[in-house]
């Protein structure tokens, strides 16, 4: 047992550190504000290898492991959650499942692209009726000779309109139930597939989510990834991964709103001295850094399990990321929560980046499984069938 | 074309202990980095790297934890490292230190050494233009811009004034300033390659010197004391006219009982 990062990844660590410091923060509050995807970031990233991180060199990754993606995703969300969810969106939803579940000529016309920040990727499952019972699939997509006819309608997808290649659950034979559900690859110019509008969000504003339209969409035959009928465990496998990834973001956005209220309680005097030497400050503060330390290990410790799994299929990490995504995540609200009212009136301005980490932190309860659907997984796994 | 680029690692803070018997630096508990300056050295060989194809070698002369440098200059795109490190060389002052790695470079393939202008921990600028000196050749101190044709090397030197451009043929060695070179990040890639691949320890035997230029005994500099720079405390500024200033400034005299 071993709770260091190994050299690569603590060197890796202090590259991302000073990468969102010096890069990501300077333009979290300005994205946020514009409503604006940062378009330079994702190109400076991309040229780093940030869009590749856990994919194998011969597939145009950078041959790293999933400790170093959520490194990754926490740092960056350290400092802006928008840029943190585009690789998160990224890097579990689109460009694992081909490397998971994908045909070598799909990992190999694919992977690179992605992983060198080329194309970014996306992935649709949630639809206006099937949220949370993501299996009742309304999309649906008929084999055609050799094309497969995509139709329907996906909301909520992050990074809508700037990827290139979108993962796509849909329904190919409905008598099936679960089983009658399939995965697509989809090219952002397919005739027939179009963007729909923007939601206007409350947090991550810098993120582009918007609704994917498949009106008549045709795609090769070999853009069906994995087998028919296996489409609904693609994307829970899928999504076992993800919310490692949202679980970071969590992670990043708590430890972001922790180290702001230490700087401005240290700062701020009030009856006389620094708020931060009231113990009320320092034994909340104690708590909240605790419970980010409990949250970080259950991430690490989640994507550890999942690099495991790489190598032995046996093992199983979809409790253990739903344990990390639900605990970060609420972990993430409340931290941020009291980081404003550490701050006072100042903490509900916009002068201050807390109150956009407050309402970053929201998302993370919700997408890629809400707090109630980790709960759901959690309890599955630890009731088995009753 | 292959460049050396001498690195340095050195504390990261400008908070130094320096141990009050030896009177040298104390790096225990300080985090560690690469040296600014020579980062932007590094920096300048990788643009040659990447526009011309040179070869990029990083030497450094340090602790074994000095490593930990040589693995970022390779996650940042340098070639081969050379860690010289060996009981022999501990305690070195500048000369001993240029001395060093003089002697290393002379067994050493390259056309231009790069050094940074100077390392944050001693601020002495010496040890480039040193190691100039030893290998005979020329030298252009606070570089801030590097030309290449194919034969002439055309340098921008900055000076309190302005700068001078200078130009040069043949081999050399330049002293880099690091704003005038904003260092890349490492790669993801190079990061996931930096400790597969090999730093090659040098020891004094692998020098090119004699072992009396080395380490404490090929320093001169003899430290009669060090100690911390105490802080002032800060000025107050009177507005008042010259006749009212001769008089404030004779109370505040005698109050501090100097008239």
């Given amino acids: 047992m071993n709770f260091n990062l190994t050299k690569t990844q603590e060197l890796f660590r202090q590259m991302i550190h000073e990468f969102a410091e010096k890069e990501v923060k300077p333009l979290a509050a300005e994205i946020d504000e514009q409503e604006r995807f940062p378009e330079e970031t994702v190109k400076k990233m991309a040229k780093l290898g940030i869009f590749g991180i856990p994919v194998p060199k011969e597939y145009g990754g950078a041959g790293g492991d999933n400790i170093m993606y959520s490194i990754a995703v926490e740092e960056l969300s350290r400092c802006c959650a928008t840029t943190g969810v585009i690789v998160s969106a990224h890097t579990s939803l689109c460009m694992v499942p081909i490397l998971e579940f994908g045909t070598e000529e799909q990992k190999r016309k694919y992977l690179p692209k992605l992983a060198s920040g080329e ?70 110019d397919t005739p027939g597939f179009s963007v729909g509008k923007q939601e206007l969000k409350m947090g991550i504003r810098g993120s582009s989510t918007a609704e994917l339209i498949f009106d008549n969409c045709r795609i090769p035959k070999e ?157 599955g796994n630890l009731f088995g069938k009753i | 074309m292959k460049i050396l680029v001498c690195i340095k690692q050195v504390p990261d803070t400008t908070e130094i202990r320096i141990d009050p018997v030896t009177k040298t630096l104390v790096r225990e508990g300080v985090p560690s980095i690469m040296n600014p300056d020579d980062k ?56 001993a230190t240029s001395n060093a790695l003089a002697g290393a470079a002379r067994t050493l393939d390259w056309d231009l050494i790069i050094t940074g202008r100077q ?96 380490g404490l005994k090929g320093s001169p500099t003899k430290v009669v004391k060090s100690f911390a720079k105490e802080l002032k405390q800060p000025g107050v500024i009177h507005e008042v006219d010259a006749e009212h200033a001769v008089e404030l400034i004779i109370s505040k005299l005698k109050e501090k009982h100097i008239i």
């Avoid at chain 1, 019972?133 to 649906?140: F, K, N």
């Avoid at chain 2, 590094?42 to 040179?54: I, S, V």
């Avoid at chain 2, 704003?179 to 890349?184: E, V």
Wanted: hydrophobic share 40%.
């Fill in chain 1, 119 to 188: 194309w970014i990727g996306a992935f649709g499952l949630t639809e206006p009726n099937a949220g949370t019972d993501s299996s009742a699939q309304q999309t649906t997509a008929v084999l055609d000779g050799d094309e497969w006819v995509l139709n329907g309608n996906k909301i909520f997808i992050t990074n809508a309109g700037q990827a290139g290649l979108y993962v796509i659950i849909a329904m190919t034979d409905k008598s099936q139930g679960n089983r009658g559900i399939s995965a697509f690859l989809v090219e952002a």
């Fill in chain 1, 223 to 379: 853009n069906l990834l994995g087998q028919v009928g296996r489409g609904f465990r693609i994307a829970m496998k899928t999504l076992d991964g993800g919310r490692i990834g949202i679980a970071a973001q969590a992670l990043g956005i708590a430890q972001g709103a922790l180290d702001e209220t230490v700087k401005y309680t240290k700062e701020r005097k009030q009856f006389g001295r620094a708020i931060a030497k009231f113990q009320n400050t320092q034994f909340q503060m104690a708590d909240l850094q605790t419970k980010i330390e409990a949250a970080r290990l259950l991430v690490r410790s989640a994507a550890f399990k999942k690099d495991e799994a790489i190598k032995n299929d046996r093992i199983a990490y979809s409790a253990d990321s739903a344990m990390a995504k639900l605990y970060a995540s609420e972990v993430a609200m409340e931290v941020t929560t009291k980081a404003v009212q550490f701050h006072g009136g100042y903490g509900y301005t916009r002068e201050y980046p807390v109150e956009r980490m407050m309402r970053d932190a929201k998302i993370t309860e919700i997408y890629e499984g809400t707090s109630e659907v980790q709960r759901m997984v959690i309890a």
């Fill in chain 2, 40 to 95: 932007g050295g590094l920096e300048l060989a990788l643009r040659f790297k990447d526009k011309f194809g040179a070869e990029v070698t990083v030497i450094t002369m340090g602790p074994p934890q000095a490593d930990l440098i040589l693995r970022e200059a390779f996650a940042m795109g340098a070639d081969r490292a050379i860690l010289l490190t060996d009981r022999k060389f501990a305690g070195a002052d500048t000369l």
């Fill in chain 2, 119 to 214: 390392a944050i921990d001693g601020d002495t600028a010496q040890v480039g233009p040193e190691m100039a000196e030893h290998l005979n050749i020329p030298q252009i101190s606070y570089v801030a811009g590097l030309d290449y044709d194919g034969k002439t090397f055309t340098v921008k030197k900055q000076t309190e004034e302005g700068h001078q451009i200078l130009q040069f043929e043949g081999k050399g060695l330049l002293t880099v300033l690091a704003p005038a070179f904003k260092s890349r990040y490492m790669s993801v890639g190079g990061i996931v390659d930096a400790y597969d691949r090999e730093v090659e320890v040098w020891g004094a035997d692998k020098v090119d010197l004699d072992e009396s230029k080395l």
